[in-house]
């Protein structure tokens, strides 16, 4: 059975910067395709950056050159840098990774969830 474990998260002044960490532990076959999104209070979850399995990155419009998505498919780990943080970046932050089950089939897994607080 495949676990996300993330870490990391935490209160940030505005300006400062935090990095969060997501490992998959338990029988976790090969990493394709990995994802931070966050879900601000009363709001929808949202896509934060994405990278792809070439090492395409992908990032929300809000969080251009400040937030960096790096991955390490080896360790089974997705990294989230966040830089210059604004109160607005306020959110619970999840982590999703694409897991190979077998080569033809994937699956999607969710991180519990770990807060990011930033302060005005």
């Known amino acids: 059975q495949v676990q996300l474990v993330e870490s990391g998260g935490g209160l940030v002044q505005a300006g400062g910067s935090l990095r969060v960490s997501c490992a998959a532990s338990?029988?976790?076959?090969?990493?394709?395709?990995m994802a931070w999104y966050r879900q601000p209070p009363g709001k929808e979850r949202e896509l934060v950056a994405e990278l792809a399995p070439w090492g395409t990155t992908k990032y929300a419009d809000s969080v251009k050159g400040r937030f960096t998505i790096s991955g390490d498919n080896a360790e089974k780990t997705v990294y989230l840098q966040m830089n210059s943080l604004k109160p607005e970046d306020t959110a619970v932050y999840y982590c999703?990774?694409?897991?190979?089950?077998?080569?033809?089939?994937?699956?999607?897994?969710w991180g519990q969830g770990i807060q990011v607080t930033v302060s005005s």
């Open positions: 338990g029988s976790a076959g090969r990493v394709n395709h």
């Open positions: 999703k990774l694409e897991i190979y089950r077998n080569p033809h089939m994937r699956d999607d897994y």
